[in-house]
Each structure stands twice: as structure tokens, then as C-alpha cells.
């Protein structure tokens, strides 16, 4: 099975591209819509977000000079995107408590939740009010158990950065469930 | 190598249970599970269709690059034409003035050309001097009947 940077190399030397981009995107396609998934709660937001991810992969891998592993590269497309989505939908939708109250609720009992408890609500709740970032760093550390030197290579900040958010992060979700 | 593995495992421990101890493992756990509910053909689907997306965009790549190489095209063929057209104008006019050598037009010709032209200056002439001996009979009169009326008087 060939690794990552051989798949990378075949697709920036070849001009059948699709061959290894697909093994690219068969390999790494789950990690990154979970992960895109837990940021914005939403199936479908979650579903356009991952595909765009991968168009912005398909049209940049020429340019990848493989200076970290491709995963690292991949998981910093999705942190762009999934905050450049965010950053739109705030913008259109204008930051309104009320509907972000509404939106909890319908997250947590809705039928992406069928077995949602009180404490499930709650992490929910929590996790949506962590700032974007913050959200970002603790689900790659807790979910999906990256080092820091990775988290904050993805994040654009430094391995320092990165434990802090992750910390804040957690101080900030124990804050929320004493308000609760 | 191993101990520093170790170290991070740790690490990755520690971190996790700061987390647990907020929410328990199960919640958290639940939480992920939730979110990675999608149905078996969800994958596969969203594989075609970013195959599919890439695959349009690749299509509208080529045929804008297809119109792109047209336009150039029909540019540089504009540019060739009108350069052709200017140099083929300009020489047409060089030769013009190379061919009126006055050696090379036949005598006759010429001796036709200045006899049309005389006649032509003949009869501009004569009618101008005509016209000038009108004026000059009209004026002449004019002349005689004053002195008539002023013997009169």
C-alpha cells in the first residue's frame, strides 16, 4: 500500500491524476467530514464543507511542496474552510442568541441525536460556544488525538498556542456547565 | 524514541482526562458517535460527487482554454492581415509614383494631353474675353448717355 507522499508524487508527476488523488480521498475522507462534522453540528453544512475541501486539495496538490505530512496540509484546508463557512454564515445570518438558543435545541433532539441526555445537551451547548478555534484545537486533541506540534501547525499558531487552547477550552466548557 | 512516544501518550492521557472529568467518557464518546452517524452509502456518494465536481471544473477549464486559444487565434490572424494590408497599400502607392516617369508615357499621349488641356484653355479664354467685352460695351454706353444728359442740361 503506497503512503501518502508516494500518492502525492504520482499525482504531481502524472496526468492521470484521479488514480491517487481517489486513493488520497478514500483514505482520509472520513477523518476529515467527522472532524468538519464536529465543528459545525450539521450533516449537510458538514457534507458541502468536506467536498469543498477536497476541490481546494484537487486544485493546490500540484502545489504542495511537502514540507509537513499531507494530512497536516489536509486537516489546515479544512480548518480555512470550515471557518470561512462559519465566518459566511455568521455574517448572513447575523449572530442572534435567540436562534442559536433554537438551534441547540433542535441539535440536540433532532434526529441526528436520537439518544441525546441532559449532559449530552450540555456538552453540545458547550462545545457551539467555544470560540472557533478553541472548538478546533480540543476535537483534534480529544477526538482525533493529534500532538500538539501537528494542532498547531493545522491552527497556524505555536505548540504553546495550541495547549492553550485546548486548556482554555476546557475551562471554558466547565464554566458553561456550572452556568447550566 | 519510545520514551519520548511514551511521554506524548501521557500527555494525550492527561489532556483527555481534563475533558472527562468535565462531561464522562461516555458523553464524549456519544457525542462522537453522534456526530458520525451518516448512512453506508454516505462515503461512496460523496466521493462521486466530488469526483463529479472536479471532473465539471476540468470540463470548463478546457473550454475556456478551448475559446481562449480561438481568441488568440483570431487576434494574431487580425494583426497578420492588417500588417499585410498596410505593407500591400503602402507599396501601391511607391509604385504609382515609380510608374509616372515621364520617358516611358508616349508622345502621343502627351501631345494629346497638352492639346485637350490647350483647348480647354482656349475656351476659358475666349469666354473670358467675351464676358470682358460685354462688360466693356455696357460701360461704354453708360458713358455716352451721361454726356447726353448733361448737354441737356
Known amino acids: ?180 | 524514541m519510545e520514551m519520548e512516544n511514551t511521554k506524548k501518550d501521557i500527555s494525550l492521557i492527561e489532556d483527555k482526562a481534563l475533558a472527562e472529568a468535565i462531561f464522562s467518557k461516555e458523553t464524549l464518546m456519544q457525542f462522537n458517535e453522534n456526530q458520525q452517524q451518516v448512512s453506508s452509502a454516505f462515503f461512496d456518494q460523496q466521493q462521486a460527487s466530488i469526483l463529479k465536481a472536479i471532473g465539471q471544473q476540468k470540463a470548463k477549464v478546457i473550454v475556456f482554454s478551448k475559446y481562449r486559444r480561438m481568441a488568440v487565434a483570431a487576434s494574431l490572424l487580425a494583426i497578420v492581415a492588417t500588417t499585410y494590408l498596410y505593407i500591400q497599400s503602402s507599396k501601391q502607392t511607391t509604385a504609382t509614383v515609380e510608374y509616372v516617369k515621364i520617358e516611358e508615357i508616349p508622345s502621343e499621349e502627351i501631345e494629346n494631353y497638352v492639346n485637350s488641356n490647350e483647348l480647354i484653355a482656349e475656351i476659358d479664354w475666349s469666354s473670358e474675353i467675351n464676358e470682358e467685352a460685354d462688360m466693356f460695351e455696357e460701360s461704354k454706353i453708360d458713358i455716352n448717355s451721361n454726356k447726353d444728359t448733361n448737354k441737356a442740361e
Request: net charge neutral; aromatic share 12%.
Open chain 1, 1 to 180: 500500500m503506497q503512503n501518502d507522499q508516494t500518492l502525492v508524487m504520482e499525482f504531481q508527476q502524472s496526468t492521470q491524476k484521479e488514480g491517487p488523488f481517489t486513493q488520497l480521498l478514500k483514505r482520509h475522507q472520513q477523518r476529515v467530514y467527522y472532524q468538519i462534522k464536529r465543528m459545525l453540528n450539521n450533516h449537510m453544512d458538514a457534507d458541502d464543507v468536506a467536498q469543498q475541501v477536497w476541490i481546494k486539495v484537487w486544485n493546490k496538490l500540484d502545489g504542495f511542496k511537502m514540507e509537513s505530512e499531507f494530512s497536516t496540509w489536509l486537516f489546515r484546508i479544512a480548518y480555512n474552510e470550515t471557518l470561512n463557512f462559519i465566518q459566511k454564515q455568521q455574517k448572513q445570518a447575523g449572530f442572534n442568541e435567540t436562534a442559536e438558543k433554537i438551534d441547540y435545541e433542535e441539535a440536540a433532539t433532532g434526529s441526528d441525536h436520537p439518544k441525546s441526555t441532559q449532559i449530552q445537551i450540555a456538552l453540545d451547548r458547550a462545545v457551539k460556544q467555544l470560540p472557533e478555534k478553541q472548538r478546533f484545537v480540543f476535537m483534534l486533541r480529544y477526538f482525533e488525538a493529534l500532538n500538539y506540534e501537528k494542532i498547531a501547525s493545522i491552527t497556524g499558531t505555536t505548540v504553546g498556542g495550541a495547549k492553550a487552547n485546548y486548556h482554555q477550552a476546557i475551562k471554558k466548557m466547565e464554566e458553561i456547565l456550572k452556568q447550566d
